[in-house]
């Protein structure tokens, strides 16, 4: 059966090919960008023996940490928010790195017994600059001493071709967001009349935070997945057919 779905998905330029390996295979028509570009922040190399935990927000900070020649201690204990994270982090540095085991975002990590018994230890987080809070201000409200280092910032990839919006208008009934910064900067460059398109389209993120920040759209049209993880939100995809 021929799918009628025409699916934007909005992800990072890493994530497309497995993306595109999936759907491919399936009979729903999509088209992929993103919005943001990863530029590197300038670190010193450094080697980190004093913490008793580390956490990966992203795959990214894994990347650019080990870039910019982190190392640590072979004891320390390491966690990501997600799995894919996880992977990259201990087949980069060598430790197993521990994640949540069906919704892969702060809040679920918070919740892993390691992060809930944290007063007087010396924990690092290592992510992406403006990013949230809430691990930091939690660990530290938990008793614990935390540091944060920013190894990369996001930037508006900007969209100069207004064919491409009115494209998507026409033929897109399905929009996958894969972060909140993608959501706002996606936002940020249509015109005042896509509203009604938006309102239209069904929707798939991957948390009840990033749904949140759609209210122009009827709540039984947004699937949340729990998890960015490219396997994930393809699941979903091809289940929405």
Same mark, same amino acid.
């Given at each position: 059966?021929?799918?009628?779905?025409?699916?934007?998905?909005?992800?990072?330029?890493?994530?497309?090919q497995?993306?595109?390996?999936?759907?491919?295979?399936?009979?729903?028509?999509?088209?992929?960008?993103?919005?943001?570009?990863?530029?590197?922040?300038?670190?010193?190399?450094?080697?980190?023996? $004093?913490?008793?935990?580390?956490?990966?927000?992203?795959?990214?900070?894994?990347?650019?940490?080990?870039q910019? *020649?982190?190392?640590?201690?072979?004891?320390?204990?390491?966690?990501?928010? *997600?799995?894919?994270?996880?992977?990259?982090?201990a @087949?980069?540095?060598?430790?197993?790195?521990? %994640?949540?085991?069906?919704?892969?975002?702060?809040?679920?990590?918070? *919740?892993?017994?390691?992060?809930?018994?944290?007063?007087?230890?010396?924990?690092?987080?290592?992510?992406?600059?403006?990013?949230?809070?809430?691990?930091?201000?939690?660990?530290?409200?938990?008793?614990?001493?935390?540091?944060?280092?920013?190894?990369?910032?996001?930037?508006?990839?900007?969209? @100069? $071709?207004?064919?491409?919006?009115?494209?998507?208008?026409?033929?897109? @009934?399905?929009?996958?967001?894969?972060?909140?910064?993608?959501?706002?900067?996606?936002l940020?460059?249509?015109?005042?009349?896509?509203? +009604?398109?938006?309102?239209? %389209?069904?929707?798939?993120?991957?948390?009840?935070?990033?749904?949140?920040?759609?209210?122009?759209?009827?709540?039984?049209?947004?699937?949340?997945?729990? +998890?960015?993880t490219?396997?994930?939100?393809?699941?979903?995809?091809?289940?929405? *057919?």
């Amino acid at each position: 059966m021929t799918s009628t779905t025409r699916a934007l998905i909005l992800q990072p330029d890493d994530s497309r090919q497995r993306v595109i390996d999936a759907l491919s295979r399936s009979s729903i028509e999509f088209t992929q960008h993103s919005f943001i570009d990863i530029e590197p922040i300038s670190v010193k190399p450094k080697t980190f023996n $004093d913490y008793d935990g580390v956490i990966w927000i992203s795959k990214n900070a894994v990347r650019f940490a080990a870039q910019s *020649g982190f190392s640590f201690h072979p004891a320390t204990s390491m966690f990501a928010v *997600g799995p894919t994270t996880a992977r990259l982090a201990a @087949n980069t540095f060598g430790t197993s790195t521990r %994640c949540p085991t069906f919704k892969h975002d702060s809040e679920s990590l918070l *919740g892993l017994p390691e992060l809930l018994d944290v007063d007087n230890q010396h924990w690092l987080i290592i992510k992406g600059e403006k990013g949230r809070d809430l691990l930091f201000d939690t660990l530290r409200a938990r008793g614990a001493k935390v540091d944060s280092i920013d190894v990369y910032r996001r930037v508006k990839r900007v969209l @100069n $071709d207004d064919r491409q919006v009115t494209q998507w208008m026409n033929t897109v @009934n399905l929009i996958v967001v894969t972060s909140a910064e993608q959501l706002g900067y996606f936002l940020s460059s249509l015109p005042r009349e896509a509203g +009604s398109w938006l309102s239209r %389209c069904d929707w798939i993120v991957p948390s009840e935070r990033l749904r949140d920040l759609i209210p122009f759209v009827a709540a039984d049209t947004i699937t949340v997945t729990g +998890s960015a993880t490219e396997s994930k939100m393809i699941e979903a995809i091809i289940k929405h *057919g």
